[in-house]
C-alpha cells in the first residue's frame, strides 16, 4: 500500500484533521492552542507520539490510537536496522508496549497494540528481512487512519437513522454532548459528533448544545470550534448548567462518546458524563452512547475494573488546563479523574459502526457480546 495524502484520504484544508500523514511524515495538531492557535507538531517517532498522548496534543480514543500507530510507522520508514526479522518483531511490540503506557483508560490504544502486534510476529515468521516486517506494519497502521473515517461516517449514518425513527417527519431534535468526539478525536468526522453532523446532513438538527467540559475545555475549544467551522446551530453552557437546561425542555436527548465499554455495557468517558446520564434520567432524556466497537473491551466484566487515568493538579489549580496562571489557592488539595463510569442501566443504547446495540431482555441488559458475534452473519 502506497499512502501519499492527508488524514482520511484528502488534501483539502478545509476539512478539519488532527493527523496529518504521508509516508514518512506525521504532524499532530497541536489542540492545547485551539481555538485561537493552529498549530501542527512534527512527531517523528515512538517518543514524540508518547509525549503527544500524554500531554494531550492530540486526544480522544479513535485518534490516539491512531497517532500512536502512525508515529510508530513514522520511526521505522527508514530505520537502518542491522537485526533479523525477529529482532524487528520484537522491537515494534517493545515500541507499542510503551505506547499504549501514555494513557491507560481508552481501550483503542491496547486493542490497536495487541492487533498490530499479532501482525508483525505472523510477517516475522514468514520472511527473514526486517524491512519486510516493517513494510508490514506501516501499510497496517496506514490502513487504520482510513479505516476510521469509514468507522466513523458509519457511525453517523446509523446513529441518524436509529434517532429518527418514530419521529414525525417535519420534527427535528436538539441534541446535548459533552467533551470533544469530532473530526478532532478522530482521523475524521466523528463519533457522537458525527451523528449530530449526519443529522444536520439530513436537515433532522433543530439545534446543539455542547458543554465546556472542564478542566481542559475540550468541548468549549474544540466542540465549539467543530460546530462553528462546520455551520451547525449551536450553543455551549457551562457544565454545571447541564441540569438546568434540560429543565427548560429545550434537549431531546444526549449522546456522548466513549473510552471504553465494557462487557456489561458500563462505559468509562471524560469526566462529566456520569452527571449527564443521571440528569437525563432524573428529565427523562434518552442518553446515548456512540463509539467504535475497537472501544468495546469484553475482557473486562464491569465498569468496576477500568482504570480511570487522574491527570495533573495544574490543570485544576490554573488556567488553560494547566498551562496557564495560577487560580486556586496554593496547598489545595486536588482531584483530578479524567474520566468517570456510567453505568450501563442509564444508558439508553450504544451506537457503532456495525449498528445499535439495545436492550432487548426484560431485565433490560446489554448482550453486547452476542450483538458482535451475530452481527456479522446478520450482514452476510
Not at 134 to 151: G, K, N, R, W
Not at 372 to 380: C, L, R, S, V, Y
Request: charged letters at 20%.
Amino acid at each position: 500500500m502506497t499512502f501519499d495524502s492527508s488524514s482520511g484520504g484528502s488534501s483539502d484544508d478545509t476539512i478539519l484533521q488532527s493527523i496529518r500523514y504521508t509516508r514518512g511524515s506525521l504532524r499532530l495538531l497541536d489542540q492545547r492552542k485551539l481555538p485561537l492557535e493552529t498549530v501542527y507538531l512534527n512527531i517523528r517517532d515512538s517518543f514524540d507520539g508518547w509525549n503527544a498522548i500524554r500531554d494531550m496534543v492530540v486526544r480522544g480514543a479513535p485518534a490516539i490510537a491512531i497517532a500512536a500507530a502512525i508515529s510508530l510507522a513514522v520511526e521505522v520508514c527508514d530505520l537502518e536496522f542491522s537485526g533479523t526479522s525477529l529482532d524487528s518483531a520484537y522491537f515494534l511490540c517493545e515500541k507499542l508496549d510503551y505506547l499504549v503506557s501514555s494513557r491507560p483508560t481508552a481501550v483503542n490504544l491496547l486493542d490497536a497494540a495487541v492487533k498490530l502486534k499479532q501482525l508483525v510476529n505472523k510477517a516475522s515468521q514468514t520472511s527473514d528481512e526486517a524491512k519486510t516486517v516493517f513494510e508490514v506494519y506501516i501499510d497496517a497502521a496506514e490502513t487504520m487512519l482510513v479505516d476510521d473515517v469509514i468507522t466513523n461516517q458509519l457511525i453517523g449514518s446509523h446513529g441518524a437513522k436509529f434517532l429518527r425513527q418514530g419521529l414525525k417527519e417535519s420534527r427535528k431534535i436538539s441534541i446535548l454532548t459533552h467533551c470533544n468526539t469530532g473530526s478532532l478525536a478522530t482521523a475524521g468526522y466523528g463519533t457522537a459528533l458525527g451523528v449530530i453532523r449526519s443529522i444536520h446532513a439530513e436537515g433532522a438538527l433543530e439545534h446543539a448544545f455542547c458543554t465546556e467540559t472542564r478542566p481542559f475545555n475540550q468541548g468549549s475549544r474544540l466542540t465549539a470550534f467543530e460546530l462553528v467551522h462546520d455551520k451547525i446551530p449551536a450553543t455551549l453552557i457551562a457544565d454545571s448548567s447541564a441540569a438546568a437546561l434540560m429543565k427548560t425542555g429545550r434537549v431531546d436527548l444526549v449522546i456522548v462518546g466513549a473510552d471504553r465499554i465494557v462487557a456489561n455495557g458500563d462505559t468509562a468517558n471524560k469526566i462529566g458524563t456520569y452527571s449527564l446520564a443521571v440528569c437525563a434520567k432524573q428529565h427523562g432524556l434518552p442518553f446515548y452512547v456512540a463509539a467504535p466497537v475497537t472501544s468495546i473491551d469484553l475482557l473486562i466484566p464491569s465498569g468496576e475494573e477500568i482504570i480511570i487515568e487522574e491527570r495533573s493538579p495544574k490543570e485544576l489549580l490554573c488556567t488553560h488546563g494547566g498551562l496557564g496562571q495560577q487560580v486556586a489557592a496554593s496547598g489545595i488539595n486536588v482531584w483530578n479523574p479524567a474520566f468517570d463510569v456510567t453505568p450501563a442501566h442509564l444508558i439508553t443504547a450504544i451506537i457503532t459502526e456495525m449498528g445499535v446495540i439495545t436492550k432487548h431482555d426484560a431485565a433490560g441488559v446489554f448482550q453486547i457480546q452476542k450483538f458482535i458475534q451475530d452481527k456479522p452473519i446478520a450482514n452476510g
